[in-house]
């Protein structure tokens, strides 16, 4: 069945008290609009976006991720309101879905028991112990009478534990009739989607409710309810992984990426943190091991290291505090206290702890090259651009330069100096 989704997007978002538009604060790594817009995407292909504040900087970031989306720009000094947002719109098909662009938890599920509700009109509603500001939903036999906007309810229809989430099904030729009707006659002074509902009922359309899941569609406003949303979303990402197969210590202290994907037998200790489109495979992850855009494959990281964007880890043991950037490692071992920027490290290599790769001149970025079965003292500085062929030795404490050919030992040290009785005579101690 075709339908055409709307996201409304043009608020505010005064109680989010933040500069970054509502709809664009972060949920596991992206905007709350993308989790929508994903959903969407999975049940139509004419989805639109109705926008105002920040308006063109939602759209630059909706546009990066999907295609074919269109916009439409609400005039909030004249129509504010729900209603007021779908003065300019058209929808496509015959069918209309609005959706609230607050709404990151929605799944493709119930957008699909929406879409195929039986009816002229429907509501998406959910019963609630603490139903709070939410719209109350005047019902009969599943027959909705009436929507009453929590500003314009009586003390006894505040009562009501029915609530609106927000979210409808439309013939659209029937909002194209009952739209223009709309008053703006209430306290808020804003024109309501709600009132499209008795309008509806005098046109003889039917008008059902669709119970839904509270916490699925709740709308997100402020910072405590995001955190909420995220813990949620969390959760439902990490049970997924695990019924794929992962193995998680102590999951809800890690943070996993929407994007971020798992192959094989994975293990994940505690307090981990894998970000953007990180592709983890047949690897384990120990605690407090931060991963950032990065593959890991047939490995083991941490515990407390760190892989920043564009590392590549095949066959490769990464321990504790080393730290990793656009560094290309296979079958390497790194056990502790190093860094490892702008690299590549072949097979067989051994890094020791405190190595690091100088790889910024204070200009320009430059690489490192490693071979094969290189054996790296502790304490190496590898100078950038430097190269280092198979089977070298590099000794301990060195400054290494330039090119080391093939089966070399490279030794650069200061000579050792030893002054006698220095600390006595410099403490005036005889």
Known sequence: MSISVVILAAGLGTRMKSNKAKVLQSLSGKAMIFHILKQAFAISDDISVVLFHQKELIKEE??????????????????????????????KYERLLVLCGDMPLIT???????????????????????????????????EVQKIVEFKDA???????????????VIKSEILAQVLPQISNQNAAKEYYLTDAIALAKSLNA????????????????????LSVAETLLQ????KKLMLQGVIFHNPSSSFISCEAVFKGECEIYEHVRIEGKSVIENSII???????????INSDLGPLAHLRPKCELVNTHIGNFVECKNAKLKGVKAGHLSYLGDCEINEGTNVGCG?????????????????KKVFIGSDTQLIAP???????????????????????????????????DFFYKKFGLQ
């Open 62 to 91: 909706i546009c990066k991720d999907f295609e074919n989306v269109r916009f439409f720009t609400q005039d909030l000094e004249h129509y504010p309101g729900t209603a007021g947002a779908l003065k300019s719109y058209t929808p």
């Open 108 to 142: 493709q599920k119930s957008l699909e028991k929406m879409r195929d509700l039986k009816a002229d009109f429907g509501v998406a509603v959910f019963e609630s112990k603490e139903p709070k500001n939410y719209g109350r939903v005047v019902l009969k036999n599943d």
């Open 154 to 168: 009586s003390e006894n229809e505040k009562q009501i534990s029915i609530c609106n989430s927000g979210v409808y």
């Open 206 to 225: 039917s008008v059902k409710a669709c119970f839904v899941d509270e916490l699925e569609f709740m709308g997100v406003n402020d910072k405590f309810e």
């Open 235 to 238: 959760e439902r990402i990490k």
């Open 286 to 296: 120990k605690s407090s091991s931060v991963i950032e855009d990065s593959v890991v």
């Open 355 to 371: 190595t690091i790769t100088c790889n910024y001149d204070g200009l320009k970025k430059h690489k490192t090259i490693i071979g």
């Open 386 to 420: 430097v190269e280092i062929e198979d089977e070298v030795i590099i000794a301990a404490g060195s400054s290494v330069s330039g090119c080391v050919p093939k089966g070399a030992l490279f030794i650069n040290r200061a000579e050792k100096k030893i002054v006698k």
